[in-house]
């Protein structure tokens, strides 16, 4: 995205040297790193006190920030000047994000935790601790009747989207994970990873296959798709992952979610669409802030979307969350005037920390409280009243 501009004004990194000596609180600061952001953008309110909403969802969309602690989410208010879609959620809870196996959760733990609800060790993609595969969401939504999607900014076969769609006992298998794709009856999905369904090891041409035998259209990117809003629908418009939002992605998480959404919502018996900020995990584990700001932006932008038609039709809950916080972001300073952010990271990698829950729409205040990653999917089926 050209549009999306930052400037990063300066690294200084500090050697942690005496991380406990209470005198020399300097030395606690392992990287502070200050972003800038020029690129403001005023959020329309959609969603006022006047918005009227049904009593159950008939249709839930479901963001994943992945890695994407209150921090992170903070970060990116600060820099748009102290407002943003998201503060439109205003239910709120905390998910605990340990994994069955660790600690720290991997985003394949994560994802199955709240796809599945069900806790299980890290890399396992939709499936128990002993290896059963476990029905996901979107699934359940698919039997239950309804339109199913999932847009992202990596490979569709990548951990999280994966978690809705795949059952295999190690995440990095994406030729296998991508074979869960056909008869899926997904009728929408939108990412990279293009190479994992046509220059796979078993020879087979998962696009061929799912053109001829099941209908679906696929494109290489969303311009060429603009006049097909039909249901099976797959835009596939990197052979892996998408490059990062500031340099030339073809097309925003805003403009796939409503893509996604205009092809859903003509399913009279409701959808489930995921929604993923696939790369704010990587601004983490790279310690960039500028990286981070500009990813939840993407992610809020498409929220924005899902706020638009939540409220003029009134049957959609929107949820987000995130699968763990990644980096141990903190916030030393900011200015909203100039959209200054400076962050200080204490890791490269995951946190144990909770993230938050965000939800607006029929059964949003289900979503208040302190609970477990697993309990978003108990909570979800339970408004959409998918389960068996
Ligand atoms: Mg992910
Ligand atoms: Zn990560």
């Given at each position: 995205?050209k549009?999306?501009?930052?400037?990063?004004?300066?690294?200084v990194?500090?050697a942690c040297?005496?991380?406990?000596?209470?005198?020399?609180y300097k030395d606690l600061?392992?990287?502070?790193?200050i972003?800038?952001?020029?690129?403001?953008?005023?959020p329309?309110?959609?969603?006022t006190p006047?918005t009227?909403?049904?009593k159950?969802?008939?249709?839930?969309?479901f963001?994943?920030?992945?890695?994407m602690?209150?921090?992170q989410?903070?970060?990116?208010l600060?820099a748009?000047?102290?407002?943003m879609y998201?503060?439109?959620?205003?239910?709120?809870g905390?998910?605990?994000?340990?994994?069955?196996?660790?600690?720290?959760?991997?985003s394949?733990a994560?994802?199955?935790?709240l796809a599945?609800g069900?806790?299980?060790?890290n890399?396992?993609?939709?499936?128990?601790?002993?290896?059963?595969?476990?029905p996901?969401?979107?699934?359940?939504?698919?039997?239950?009747?309804?339109?199913?999607?999932?847009?992202?900014?990596?490979?569709?076969?990548?951990a999280?989207?994966?978690s809705f769609?795949?059952?295999?006992?190690?995440r990095h298998k994406?030729?296998?994970i991508?074979?869960?794709?056909?008869?899926?009856?997904?009728?929408?999905?939108i990412?990279g990873?293009?190479?994992?369904?046509?220059?796979?090891?078993?020879g087979?041409?998962l696009?061929?296959?799912?053109?001829?035998?099941e209908?679906?259209?696929?494109?290489?990117?969303?311009n060429?798709?603009?006049?097909?809003n039909?249901?099976k629908?797959?835009?596939?418009?990197y052979?892996?992952?998408m490059?990062?939002?500031t340099?030339d992605r073809?097309?925003?998480?805003a403009?796939?979610?409503?893509?996604?959404?205009d092809?859903l919502r003509?399913?009279?018996?409701?959808f489930?669409?995921m929604v993923e900020?696939?790369?704010?995990?990587w601004g983490?584990h790279h310690?960039v802030i500028s990286?981070?700001?500009?990813?939840?932006?993407?992610m809020?932008?498409?929220v924005?979307?899902?706020?638009?038609?939540a409220a003029?039709?009134?049957?959609?809950l929107?949820?987000?969350?995130?699968?763990?916080e990644?980096?141990?972001?903190?916030?030393?300073n900011?200015?909203y005037k100039?959209?200054?952010?400076?962050?200080?990271?204490?890791?490269?990698?995951h946190?144990?920390?909770?993230v938050?829950?965000?939800?607006?729409?029929?059964?949003?205040e289900?979503f208040?409280g302190?609970y477990?990653?697993?309990e978003?999917?108990?909570?979800?089926?339970k408004?959409?009243n998918i389960?068996?």
């Amino acid at each position: 995205m050209k549009s999306l501009k930052h400037t990063t004004l300066g690294l200084v990194a500090l050697a942690c040297t005496s991380a406990f000596a209470q005198e020399n609180y300097k030395d606690l600061i392992n990287k502070v790193e200050i972003s800038e952001y020029s690129d403001r953008y005023t959020p329309v309110q959609y969603i006022t006190p006047a918005t009227k909403f049904s009593k159950k969802p008939k249709n839930v969309i479901f963001f994943i920030g992945d890695g994407m602690g209150q921090a992170q989410v903070y970060a990116a208010l600060t820099a748009n000047g102290g407002q943003m879609y998201m503060s439109q959620l205003n239910l709120c809870g905390y998910s605990q994000t340990q994994s069955w196996s660790d600690y720290v959760t991997d985003s394949a733990a994560g994802g199955t935790a709240l796809a599945c609800g069900q806790k299980t060790r890290n890399y396992m993609v939709g499936m128990s601790p002993d290896s059963v595969a476990i029905p996901s969401m979107l699934e359940l939504a698919e039997k239950a009747g309804k339109a199913t999607g999932v847009v992202v900014t990596v490979a569709v076969t990548h951990a999280t989207p994966a978690s809705f769609v795949a059952h295999v006992n190690d995440r990095h298998k994406y030729e296998e994970i991508a074979s869960f794709y056909p008869n899926s009856g997904i009728d929408v999905f939108i990412g990279g990873g293009m190479k994992h369904f046509t220059e796979r090891k078993d020879g087979r041409n998962l696009v061929k296959e799912m053109t001829e035998k099941e209908g679906y259209r696929f494109y290489e990117d969303l311009n060429s798709a603009k006049n097909d809003n039909k249901s099976k629908l797959a835009v596939l418009a990197y052979p892996e992952h998408m490059p990062d939002v500031t340099s030339d992605r073809k097309f925003s998480l805003a403009e796939s979610t409503k893509k996604a959404i205009d092809i859903l919502r003509q399913d009279k018996n409701g959808f489930f669409l995921m929604v993923e900020g696939s790369q704010i995990d990587w601004g983490g584990h790279h310690n960039v802030i500028s990286e981070v700001v500009n990813e939840v932006i993407d992610m809020d932008k498409a929220v924005g979307e899902a706020l638009k038609f939540a409220a003029e039709d009134g049957e959609t809950l929107i949820v987000i969350t995130a699968d763990h916080e990644t980096g141990g972001l903190s916030i030393i300073n900011g200015d909203y005037k100039t959209g200054a952010v400076k962050a200080n990271f204490s890791s490269g990698n995951h946190t144990g920390i909770m993230v938050p829950v965000y939800a607006v729409g029929p059964g949003a205040e289900e979503f208040h409280g302190w609970y477990q990653n697993t309990e978003v999917f108990d909570r979800i089926v339970k408004q959409l009243n998918i389960k068996k």
